[in-house]
């Protein structure tokens, strides 16, 4: 009866713990959604709801749900910043072609992966500086504001899990625009050096106040259908996010996922 006792007592002791140090955390979480469309702006492809979890303020988590144009949600991505804001650890999974695909650390390593089936395959990434991974793009432009507002092109190498490798890209700017009113900054990602005349270059369009990501215009990360090319898509964000309850975050991490058909 003691040991029980101890034991008991003991757990809600941890309890406590972990309860107090997330209250003293100021854990809040923000909401946006964004539209995929075809390039044409003609269908709505899919959907993706972020949820974004902060810790005094800093960017430690998010949940991304993306749903078909019927609302079903097909994949869902998880991402920690924990340890590194712009090559974060991610796992992203669609249920229509039972694919999943991320990075992951041990020792502060960085390794990418990707699951087909049953069949997994791991690749340890080579030690670099500048490396960047899925929506650490976003940290990346932040991060180097001031030097990309001076017109300088920036050096990156980002992380592509289905290739097991990362790439040389440019990062630059290509001039102000107008986005819902707005005044915004283009900038256009690509690959470096002959690659890239293979392959069309990403533009990402970014608020003037605030710095918010509003339009993304390329490949997307989500495949066709057939599981062979990936998406070309106008993702459009909008001017603000907004406060939702922890509870909606860990809600969109337990969502059952379903097959659907993308529109093509």
Aim: aromatic letters at 10%.
């Amino acid at each position: 009866m003691k040991t029980r006792t101890l034991i008991h007592n003991t757990l809600w002791a941890l309890a406590g713990a972990l309860a107090t140090q997330n209250a003293l955390a100021n854990v809040s979480v923000r909401y946006e959604q964004g539209s995929a469309w075809n390039l044409q702006r003609t269908r709505l492809l899919y959907t993706e709801s972020h949820w974004l979890q902060y810790e005094d303020g800093r960017l430690q988590e998010r949940t991304v749900l993306y749903r078909c144009s019927d609302g079903t949600p097909f994949a869902r991505k998880n991402v920690s910043y924990r340890n590194s804001a712009v090559a974060p650890e991610f796992n992203f999974q669609d249920r229509r072609l039972n694919y999943q695909e991320g990075l992951s650390r041990k020792n502060n390593r960085a390794s990418l992966w990707y699951q087909k089936g049953d069949k997994r395959s791991e690749q340890p990434l080579p030690a670099t500086s500048n490396l960047v991974a899925d929506s650490g793009f976003d940290a990346f432009i932040k991060s180097r504001w001031q030097q990309l507002n001076q017109s300088r092109e920036l050096p990156l190498q980002f992380a592509v899990p289905a290739r097991l490798k990362s790439y040389g890209f440019v990062l630059a700017p290509s001039g102000e625009t107008r986005y819902l009113n707005t005044t915004a900054r283009n900038f256009t990602l690509g690959l470096d050096g002959w690659l890239g005349f293979f392959a069309p270059d990403i533009e990402v369009t970014y608020s003037l106040d605030g710095q918010r990501l509003l339009r993304f215009k390329g490949l997307s990360n989500i495949l066709a259908n057939d599981g062979k090319s990936q998406i070309n898509a106008q993702i459009e964000f909008p001017l603000a996010d907004q406060a939702v309850a922890e509870t909606e975050k860990r809600q969109a991490q337990t969502v059952l996922l379903k097959s659907c058909q993308l529109r093509s």
